[in-house]
Structure formats: C-alpha cells, structure tokens
C-alpha cells in the first residue's frame, strides 16, 4: 500500500507542476517547481514519465506531433536536438536545457519492443514502441484526468506557455521563434505583448501610492 501512496505521490506533485503552468500561476513560481521537483526522485521510473513529457514539451515549445518524435537520433554533438517539424518543416536546432539533460539522463536503455525493434524516442509507450498522435493524446488525457486536472489542459498548452514564459524574460519575437519554430513573428509577438502589459501593469501598480481617506489618516 505505501508504495501505491509514494506512487501516487509522485504523480501529484509531477501534475501540480502542470496544473502551476498551465492554470496561471507566475512564470517564477513554475521555474523554481520545474528545478527542484525532479530531485525529489533520484532514479527513473516510469512514474516520473510524465515529468519527462512536460520536460521535453516545455523546455522545446515544439508541437505533440514532434514531441513524440524526438529522440537520441536527433542529438548532436554539440548537445543539442536537430529535427524537422512534421507540420512546417522548419529546420531546427535547439540547445538541450540542462534540466531536460538530467531527466534524459536518468533513463536506462531502451529495452527492445515485442518485435524485436529498439527505438531510440524519449517518450514510448509500454510495450517499447513509438507513441502515435491518437495514443499520446489519449495517454496524456489519462495523465490529467489521474491528477484531477481540467479536461481543457492539453499538451497544446504547454507549447503556448513555453512561449510566455520567454517573453516574460523579455525575449524578443526572433529569439522565441527560433525554438517554437513560429514563421509569422506576429502571434509570437502577441505572447510579447502580454508579457508586457502584465509586467508594466505591476510596476504602475507598485508605483502607486495607497489611498486612505483622511480620517483614516488622521
């Protein structure tokens, strides 16, 4: 039983994390969850999968579709990750973060599937072999639904919020398309403009003095 407890311990916490992401908590907030909640479990197991698949989504702004494409053959030298997207085609190269590289790391060998096959994807399914598009949506949903997480999350939004977090760092449209893979820098340059409103709304509130009436004052 107590395992059963640690294991669901695990997907709670993981899906926390999800839910700080996707439900609007403070970019910060998310990163310090993102660095510290892995250590927490110093060996892989399939119960931090999940962790690697917000990992691989958040840390890569790339679609489902590429997500469950991505692999060791898609390494380079340089520790980075090189690929075609499925839906644009756009080239990319993106920098492993090195919290994803510690997650990578963890991982033992990928045991050959019933047909004999090895298969070098990050993500795969039980039985050894390549998630498809249907099947990782419908693992994903299963995810949420054991976190008790609305049914509107999706790993869409975990794309969407990768985005918004660059742009709170203040990087510019380029920059974030360079890892999203976005050709029209004008719906990244919305993520921006979010960005800014709410960071400049903080500081014009933090600016302003606070109002009592004077016989409160007094």
Not at 63 to 82: M, N
Not at 104 to 123: C, I, K, M, Q, V
Not at 150 to 177: D, E, F, Q, T, V
Not at 181 to 193: K, P, S, T
Request: proline share 7%; aromatic share 6%.
């Amino acid at each position: 039983m107590s395992g059963r407890r640690s294991q669901s311990a695990v997907r709670l916490a993981v899906w926390a994390l999800f839910a700080t992401v996707w439900l609007g908590a403070r970019t910060a907030s998310a990163e310090e969850l993102i660095i510290k909640r892995p250590g927490d479990h110093p060996a892989y197991s399939v119960e931090i999968e999940p962790h690697l698949a917000l990992a691989l989504h958040l840390y890569t702004a790339q679609r489902l579709s590429d997500v469950i494409r991505l692999g060791a053959q898609h390494l380079t030298r340089s520790g980075a990750l090189q690929f075609a997207q499925k839906k644009t085609k756009t080239e990319l190269v993106i920098p492993v973060h090195p919290e994803l590289q510690r997650l990578l790391d963890l991982r033992p060998p990928p045991a050959p599937a019933r047909s004999g096959e090895t298969h070098l994807n990050f993500l795969l399914t039980p039985t050894g072999l390549p998630f498809d598009e249907n099947y990782y949506g419908w693992h994903f949903r299963q995810w949420i639904k054991e976190a008790g997480l609305p049914g509107r999350c999706s790993s869409h939004g975990l794309r969407k919020a990768s985005m918004i977090r660059l742009a709170h760092l203040g990087l510019s449209a380029p920059a974030i398309a360079a890892i999203s893979g976005h050709r029209d820098l004008r719906e990244v340059q919305r993520y921006i403009e979010q960005a800014s409103q709410e960071r400049l709304a903080r500081l014009a509130i933090e600016a302003l003095p606070a109002y009592r009436p004077a016989a409160e004052a007094a």
